[in-house]
């Protein structure tokens, strides 16, 4: 049974950091390209970072360059997302997704709020 859990997400003020993990079960994990999106209520989703099977190529979003680093770790079927310098408008439900082919596994998500 594939799984896919977020976590690490929570309140932050301006200024500071998040990290969040996906861990991946059910599924061979290294031979997927991982990704970060986040969505906020009444936008769409945005598609964040990606990390290709080995983690040697990333690609960001405008938004998030110099800023957010995803990395993974295929020993632990776990990718992550560092946010730093986070601003008020990386308030979001932030969700990862694994993709190879056709085949696409989405988590539930995990809230990360950036407030005084």
């Known amino acids: 049974q594939v799984q896919i859990v977020e976590s690490g997400g929570g309140l932050v003020q301006p200024g500071g950091s998040l990290r969040l993990s996906c861990a991946a079960s059910g599924f061979t994990f290294s031979i997927y390209l991982m990704s970060w999106y986040r969505q906020a209520p009444g936008k769409e989703r945005e598609l964040v970072a990606t990390?290709?099977?080995?983690?040697?190529?990333?690609t960001y979003a405008d938004s998030v360059k110099g800023r957010f680093t995803i990395s993974r770790d295929n020993a632990k079927n776990t990718v992550y997302l560092q946010m730093n310098s986070l601003k008020a408008g990386d308030t979001c439900g932030y969700c990862c997704?694994?993709?190879?082919?056709?085949?696409?596994?989405w988590g539930q998500g995990s809230q990360g709020t950036v407030a005084s």
């Open positions: 990390i290709t099977k080995t983690g040697e190529t990333t």
């Open positions: 997704r694994a993709s190879r082919g056709v085949r696409n596994y």
